[in-house]
């Protein structure tokens, strides 16, 4: 039995579009001067964050998640933190990439 339900149908166009961005990430790199690349990281990393910051404003003002009974802040707030420590590990890992490279 199939389930088209919205949460469904989310969770599959998120994946086809990790792949997406995955596949595409890795012709960047392959496609780049080496001296290139953490320029061009720090570059889609940077548009990654403006986008999930404008996302995380827009969901913050939202009543049905700001007075939700049914824990969504909560998770919001689980979804935030993740992106930060993401966030912060990429930008280590881009450091020492740099130093290195």
Known sequence: M??????ILIIEQLSREYDEK????EKLISDTDPEEVAPQLMALAERAAERFRSAQAAILSLPEITQSDIGALPAMSA????????RILFHFLYEIYRQRG
């Not at 995955?22 to 990430?25: A, E, F, G, P, V």
């Not at 979804?79 to 993401?86: G, Q, V, Y």
Request: net charge negative; aromatic share 16%; charged share 40%.
């Open 79 to 86: 979804l935030f933190r993740t992106f930060d420590e993401m």
């Open 22 to 25: 995955y596949r595409n990430l």
């Open 2 to 7: 199939k389930d088209d339900s919205p949460q």
